[in-house]
């Protein structure tokens, strides 16, 4: 970010809690966020009430005109969609020509990537049956659990008991949550008119920064 020119117009696409705009507001002459969840939206809007526009929207459709922003964010949202290609091309199609995006997408072959189909699928099946009235005893231990796992082998995370179940949620309840190779984050990115200037690992995810073609 403090590489890029000031007077940006940016868009943070899946904005969640909005852990990135203070990153995307320095600098930036217009900021704008969307979410398809409305209690994400609502509070990035309360929290930054002067500064950005917020929107409910689906990175699948965004509502946005061809080339629009100077930059772009999809920070581990493609991968929760139910096309993720589908999200990246978006994310490509609003961007300028010569333009930055940045994406985190979900690293195939990592131990996450088997926790989720292996731990998670089953806890999704109980979820589900709980759901139609079983008692809540397998969320509940499950949740302990994990609460237990984090504290130890993650000493340095701090946070209350809701940031706790929160990230939980996200880890194993997500119905939603594909894993990729490389090389399907270069071709998809490449077929959308997207340059991938810098790509590496970092724990469950691929951090990709890329440049539209063009300008």
């Known amino acids: 970010m403090d590489r890029q020119p000031p007077g940006q117009r940016r868009l943070d696409a899946g904005?969640?809690?909005?852990r990135n705009v203070p990153c995307l507001l320095?600098?930036?002459?217009?900021?704008?966020?969307v979410d398809l969840s409305v209690a994400s939206v609502s509070k990035v809007a309360a929290r930054f009430p002067a500064v950005i526009h917020a929107a409910r929207a689906s990175v699948l459709r965004l509502p946005f005109a061809d080339a629009s922003f100077d930059l772009v964010t999809c920070d581990g949202v493609a991968h929760h969609t139910p096309d993720p290609a589908g999200a990246l091309r978006e994310v490509a199609r609003v961007?300028?020509?010569?333009?930055?995006?940045y994406a985190a997408v979900y690293r195939a072959g990592t131990p996450y990537s088997y926790l989720y189909r292996y731990l998670g699928g089953p806890l999704r099946a109980a979820r589900r049956l709980e759901e139609?009235?079983?008692p809540r005893a397998v969320d509940r231990l499950a949740f302990a659990g994990y609460r237990a796992a984090s504290r130890l082998l993650k000493p340095g995370r701090t946070g209350d008991e809701a940031s706790l179940r929160s990230?939980?949620?996200d880890y194993f309840q997500t119905p939603i949550a594909s894993f990729h190779e490389?090389?399907?984050?270069?071709e998809t990115?490449?077929?959308a008119g997207v340059r991938v200037e810098q790509i590496e690992p970092?724990?469950?995810?691929?951090?990709v920064l890329a440049r539209r073609a063009g300008g």
């Open 167 to 169: 990230i939980y949620e």
């Open 95 to 101: 961007t300028r020509p010569g333009g930055w995006i």
């Open 202 to 207: 970092h724990q469950n995810v691929w951090r």
């Open 26 to 33: 320095r600098g930036a002459a217009d900021l704008v966020v």
């Open 15 to 18: 904005c969640g809690a909005g």
């Open 132 to 134: 139609r009235g079983a």
């Open 189 to 191: 990115l490449a077929a």
């Open 182 to 186: 490389r090389a399907w984050v270069e």
